[in-house]
Every structure is written in C-alpha cells, then in structure tokens.
C-alpha cells in the first residue's frame, strides 16, 4: 500500500509542534499565525500550495521560513529584521505572523524561489565528536589525515581541525580560533584528543555544495538556521568567517560516483584516508548506498598497516541520538566509538583509550 502523503497544513503543523519542543519558541509561534493564515487561503496557502507533492518530505514550511529570514538577514525585511535575534533584533513574544505575511505579500517572486530551494544546513556543532574520532584515528595509525567527505555541504566539518576542542583533561586544534568547543560537549569520561592531529589533505563533495566562501553561500546557511538559536547562528558565523580564509577543493557529485573515483587507486600509502559523513546516509538513494559501499570494500582490500582506509560515519541511531561508527582496512573491524545527539552535544565517549 502506498503511503499517505502528508498535506501542507499536516506540515506546518508538524513544523510548529517540532519548533515549539525544538528549541524555536519563536518559530512555534510564527508557524501558529501561518496556520492560520493558510486556513483562511491567505498567501500561505496561495504560496505553498502545489510546491512539492511531499510538502513534509521536503520541509515545506522550513523552506518559506527561511525564505522570509534569509530576505531579514539582507536586510530587506526590517519590519521582521527587529524581531529576529540573528539580525540584531529582540523578540518580545508576540505574534509576528502579520509583520511576516506583509513581507510575503511584498515579496512574493523572492518566495516563490525560495520555495524551490533545498533546505541545506552544516552543523558546526558536529565537529567535536568527529575531532574526538580524528584523535584517535591519528593516535591509531601515526599518520597525517587524508580526509574525504561526502555530503559535506559548504564543508564547515571538513575544516574541523581550525576549531578549538578542549574536554577539560586533553585539548585539540587552533587554540587562537573563534569556533571554540568546552567540556560541556562532552561527558565523562571524556576522549583523549591528545597526541596531535595533521591533516595532510581534504576533499569533498556534495550533490548540492555551497559556497561557504561567497556572501551568496553564507546568507544561504545562515537562513536555514532558526534566528532565536543564537548560539548556532553565532557557531555558524564564525565558522564561516573561518570557511572564507581556507580554502578546500568540493565537488559537485553523487557521494558513490564521486568516491568510487577518487579511491579508485586504492588508499595511498604514507597517509591515512579517512571518508567520513554526517547525516547524510538517510538522504542517499540505495544505488548511491551500494556505490560508496562497494568503492570502501574494493579500496579496503588494498589498504595496507602503511595505508589505512578508514570510514567514520555519526548517522541517527534512535530518534533523539546518533552514534559514531569505524570501520578500518585492513580488515574491515568495525567497532562504534560515541553516541551523541544530532547537532553534536552531549557526547558519550564509548571507546577506551
Ligand atoms: C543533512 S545535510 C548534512 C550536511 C553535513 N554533513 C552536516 O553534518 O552538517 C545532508 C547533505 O547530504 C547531501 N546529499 C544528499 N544527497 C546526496 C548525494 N546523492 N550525494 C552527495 N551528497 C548528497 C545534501 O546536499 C546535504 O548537504
């Protein structure tokens, strides 16, 4: 039986119940004035109507949202500007939707291509579980890194060794960097990240990058984070202002074909290749699966104690918590190192060290 698909109002409804209990008391509200809206057939419904036949699937409601917040972080919605504390403004905890809709109505072609826009989001927050895996990949195998991610979006995790990590008993990376990651990350026992990191090269890729290093890239991900999450917003500024001065190489390509050729050779001695993703397997067609299974398995069986290949995924495990996972070459041991929530807090570090 085919499933059933959702409305666009069962949408937005599931989007504001997800807010309000999600860390957006602001957005939970807004959404409760576009229901509104969208019921009485006001330019909610005349905008979002017919965009997608999966309007849940896609994250309709997140897509108009962003919309509207990506128009206030230009400075083109002064009127919605003062409310969002992304943009400098305060909110009170009133209803906004009237100071929202005016926009829509105002900029309605603005919309309509927004809402054909992918929701797209890099979550810096992941970085210190990934650095904890790093550390003791390094530690493992006494090699630079050679790292590969796929699905890397504007590759703010691949440039995780120019943030800060520090447990408490053990720190890593630039300690003079403004992306800064306590022991609150992290509970006992914490990781060692002692021993020191090098990362010899990195690449990337996604079937949709951003630019992380244009005006455009950077107000495209900071619209998709919601603007009384100051912390985030905060987290994401400066991990692209740190984006804009390193440079990495991303392509734009399926996660299997692309990964397929680059470890087509096999993994390269003197290095270890370390491919890693971030919750990004759920997004993968079965073919794309079976792609990057295959291109791990064929270049695992020439991998050598002199060239590793290591694949280190965080994908969901229940759905509050991700968990961390390695499998090595030669070999092909895999172990589970952390459990950790979706953006990156409140990790339990399972590996002895
Ligand atoms: C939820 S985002 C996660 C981004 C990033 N890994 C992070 O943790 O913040 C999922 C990413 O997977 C990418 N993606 C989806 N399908 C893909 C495919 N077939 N090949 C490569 N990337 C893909 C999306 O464009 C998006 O950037």
Redesign the pocket.
Known sequence: MKAKAFTVLESLEAQAFSCTNAGSTLYGSLLAGLIDDYRSGGVTAELLEGVSAAPMHDAVPLRYLATAHRLALAGAAPTLARWYGSCGGAWNGHDISDDFLQVAQTHRSEFVAGLQRNV????VG?AAVLASAFALIARRHHYALDLLE????AGL?SRWDEYFYDTGSSALGDPASAVRFDHSWWRTPTPDLGGGVRVARRRG????PIDATSAEGQLTMLSFVWPDQAERVDRLRRALAIAARTPMDITQA??GTWLAQELGNGPTTGVATVVF????WQ???QS?RAMVRAALETAGELATAHSPLLWLRMEPDTPQRANVRLTTWPGGHEEVLAEVGYHGADIEWLQPY
């Open positions: 797209q989001t890099n979550e992941r796929i699905g890397c979006s995790l890729s996604d079937i949709s399926d996660a993703h971030s919750i990004v997004y993968l067609p794309t």
